[in-house]
């Protein structure tokens, strides 16, 4: 039986209180109105009503997440056929709203056990909406291969069988052939998902990754190959005259920030990333040789950035709703490398440049259409990659175990054919599948270098710019930089990227602002927008009156929600929110922050502030009661109190 957790409010204005704030919501406007619930085992589908979760967690990652706290047993591991796999989308998404296309996917983190969630654009979330639906829960497991086809209502559970082995590429090609029509949209997991690499991803539209967690290999272990989604539905708008007006006010808000137009003519890695002078090569979100440093010359830099990218750049595209189409479309006409397709990003010459040394662009670029069709996810793969190299280095590894590979720094052609290996556990991949720190254990050597958060790989540089580490360390997703870390531009009172000034306020307000962005399903990448902006489209097309207070307060309490399923579920405490000891031990090693580290007692110093502004015990990182009844969680508390997870 499914087990749920709903509001007692069923129609009209939902009126609620929680910590002293009330909200005025209504879930009405541009929501689907209907959440699909799949049972593979059962082969059973069941409709329930948007509205019984949105009236308290409004859309898109927060009632994912809710599902997955309310509903998943804590003791069972990721592959267990009862666990989740929850599609969401925002409550933008699919409307005129600016870059409105983002769709979360949350799950059990398969390095870890813990929270579980990636956020992916492209055109899936909006079709998902015009079929009829604003999520999608998976449950159990199929005997055999299957995809769900979602068209217009309809829910079919199809036969995969021809499906199983293809690329994500070909199985969006399979699928649109066998059923005509070209504007059929699919997410799926390739070869990697199939096996369950936990470096698995799941890929919509060929190029957009929902990366990190694992997600791919739960997808893979529900024997679920893809859901293709078609649909002709319309989303009501409450106040379509104020919505417009909303729209224009964010159109000019994104057309007037200083980089948009460099952007639509070069890609973001093009106008930003890419650039030659770049502080982005200097301040270590770029790691070089697994970590060994943060800093990369500028002959190397010469070799992949925008003035050598740009003779391969055949314009720029944009996903659903975006003005600001930051993905190159990349082509490379000719040689063994011969290839094209969307999107190259700063991870992209973290994964298969900086982190191997290679600089042969266009066999980087080979690498990130590659693991895109593979279903790998190019920041975890990566990291396991670079592992390898680095015990070879070492003599860890010798040609013997790696089947004849000469894992040498810059060997671009050994990193590919890794790729393929670790897709299928093929030798070497074998060992490599489950990520770099159960790889050291496997060989019994190695971990002290194996870059990590958590358990789960993780591509970023952290002892240089400490606000980008810190957010990285503390993500209740593991080691993920886009789950709130402070880039250089999120910085008060003008700090240097280097100082642990501020960086836990920082952090608060941006871990918060992200949650609201994954519940609207808006794109991080659509600068120029504010606050005030998402809020007046969000009441417009809702009919709902919420203040900047009140929607961070929203994204206050999914952290929350996140950190306590962490804590049931994995057991994360204070002892987990800190990176592998190579930060701390190892100085980078050149550049112009040569001999920058972290330091024990200022990473401590900031815990405290961080624990302290959430209202968590400092001495072991759990919640407490009074913090979350004070965030009106305290079904939530309960819980945790039950399972002697709570600090009162």
Known sequence: MWRRSVSTVRKG??????GGIKMNFRCEGAYAGKILRVDLSSGRTEEIMTRDYAERWIGGRPVNTWFCFDEMDPGAAWDDSENLLCFGTGVLTGTLAPG???VSVECKNVFNGGMGSSNVGGFWGPELKYAGYDHVIVKGRSEKPVFLWIHDGHVEIADASGLWGCTTWETERRIRSMYHDERIRVTSIGPAGEHLVKSACIINDRAGAAGGSGCGAVMGSKNL???????????????PARFMAAVDVTIRNVNNWKFVKE?????YYGALGGLLDSKGWEEGYRPVRNGQDEYWGKDKVARICENVIKEYRAGTVACFG???ACKPWTRISSGKYEIEGEGWWNNSSNAFCTKIDNTDLEAAMYAHHLTNQLGLDMDNAAQAVSWAYEAYEKGYLTPKDTDGLELNWGNADAMITLFHKMAVREGIGELLADGSLKAAEKLGKGSEFAIHVKGQDSLDGVRINK???????VSPVSGRHLRGSLGGFWLTKGDSVSSYENVPQDLFFSQKKKAIQDTLGTCSYVYGQTLHDWIEMFESITGSEFSQEEFLFKGLQTHNVEKAFNTLHAGFDRSDDYPCDRYFNEPVA?????GELLDHQKWNMMLDEYYGLHGWDKESGLQSYEGLRAVGLTDVADKLLEAGKLRR
């Open 590 to 594: 050149s550049g112009p922050y040569k």
């Open 263 to 267: 952007i639509r003519e070069k890609g």
């Open 225 to 239: 190959k893809a859901i293709a989604v078609r649909g002709t539905g319309k989303l009501d708008i409450a106040d």
């Open 13 to 18: 204005l939902c009126v609620w209180s929680a």
């Open 100 to 102: 409105s296309c983002r």
């Open 467 to 473: 606000g980008w580490g810190f957010g990285i360390v």
């Open 322 to 324: 975006c003005p600001t």
